[in-house]
């Protein structure tokens, strides 16, 4: 069963509220329409009222059981402003330039989704990565035990057997150019902890090179070697419950015929749903080549070692994307012991 169905099941046992910036985007009022469609909770869009009500009406759309804010009149702006004022300390410019920020809606977003008004947030249908990170990069918090926040994709399946039941979770395809070892080390298990949550398998994590096993001492290839010796230890030290294999090439970490003509035998060759890519450039190539030419359904970025739940969607996204990015999102925002009746 593709991970999409999965989701929007828990979510109707368990609705969420998210987020959504650019409210007046045709993609997102479609996705939006969905959610509430589908009784997965109540979207909030934010924008200016009458240019929403126009965009929906283009789309004959109806907008029942959405809530839409207009940031500037919102009765939480001055709060927003004064909060974010006191969050910037001495890096800000005073109220004044805090209520200018607010009005961008990515910034009032961001501020809803810290202070609890929103349970998730999707933005980035309609500016730069930039743009749509910069204001969850500056006011929610990492995890307690994250140092560095990264970002995953989704690849999806409805027919293919790979990963979990069609399921690839990809990283970090958005965030972090070079990773070192260590950040290497964080992108694994952060996107592990958010594969299990989805799917309550233990996370087989291949961490990808061009050469499998290597007895070469390439920086590339060493780099690799040194992040996987490192997520193990962590995993150890956190009982998480991890299957971890590198340095590994894809062919290797996904079709158990070439792994076993390799000489592989483990819990992940073959048969990995978690692949960590060892750069940016590896990464965002990656999972767009395989998005456009095999026709996966792709969902994210997904940004993760963040203490609250927050989505950054491709400019070329699809509606269909984007409500897939906000189902992720909103079923992180579910205690994982609701889901599955285990912490």
């Not at 040194?226 to 590994?248: F, K, V």
């Amino acid at each position: 069963m593709p991970l999409l169905p999965k989701l929007i099941d828990r979510l109707q046992r368990h609705p969420k509220r998210v987020v959504f910036p650019e409210g007046a985007d045709p993609r997102v009022l479609q996705a939006a329409r969905q959610w509430v469609t589908r009784r997965m909770g109540a979207p909030i869009i934010l924008g200016d009222r009458k240019t929403i009500k126009d965009a929906a009406a283009r789309l004959s759309l109806d907008l029942k059981g959405m809530r839409i804010i207009e940031p500037e009149r919102s009765e939480e702006f001055e709060g927003f402003a004064a909060g974010f004022e006191k969050l910037r300390g001495a890096k800000g410019g005073g109220i004044d330039e805090a209520r200018t920020m607010l009005r961008n809606p990515n910034y009032f977003a961001t501020m809803m989704l810290a202070g609890g008004q929103a349970d998730a947030l999707v933005g980035g249908a309609t500016v730069t990565a930039s743009s749509a990170l910069r204001p969850i990069f500056q006011i929610i918090p990492k995890l307690a035990h994250v140092r560095h926040a990264s970002s995953l994709m989704i690849l999806d399946w409805d027919e293919k057997q790979v990963g979990s039941d069609g399921s690839l979770f990809l990283s970090d395809c958005g965030v972090i150019p070079d990773p070192t070892a260590e950040q290497l080390c964080e992108i694994a298990l952060s996107t592990a902890m958010i594969a299990s949550h989805l799917t309550n398998e233990i996370p087989r994590v291949a961490m990808l090179s061009y050469a499998t096993h290597s007895n070469s001492s390439h920086p590339m290839l060493a780099k690799v070697r040194t992040a996987t010796e490192l997520a193990r230890a962590r995993a150890r030290e956190s009982s998480l419950p991890l299957e971890i294999e590198g340095e590994i090439q894809v062919d290797a970490a996904l079709d158990g015929a070439v792994a076993r003509m390799k000489g592989l035998d483990s819990k992940v060759a073959g048969r990995a749903n978690v692949l960590i890519f060892p750069d940016l450039n590896s990464a965002n190539i990656g999972y767009k080549l395989v998005q456009v030419l095999a026709g996966a359904n792709s969902f994210g970025q997904i940004i993760t070692g963040l203490a609250r739940p927050a989505a950054e969607i491709s400019r070329g996204a699809s509606a269909h994307d984007v409500f897939g990015a906000a189902a992720v999102v909103g079923c992180q925002a579910i205690d994982q012991r609701l889901l599955y009746g285990s912490s």
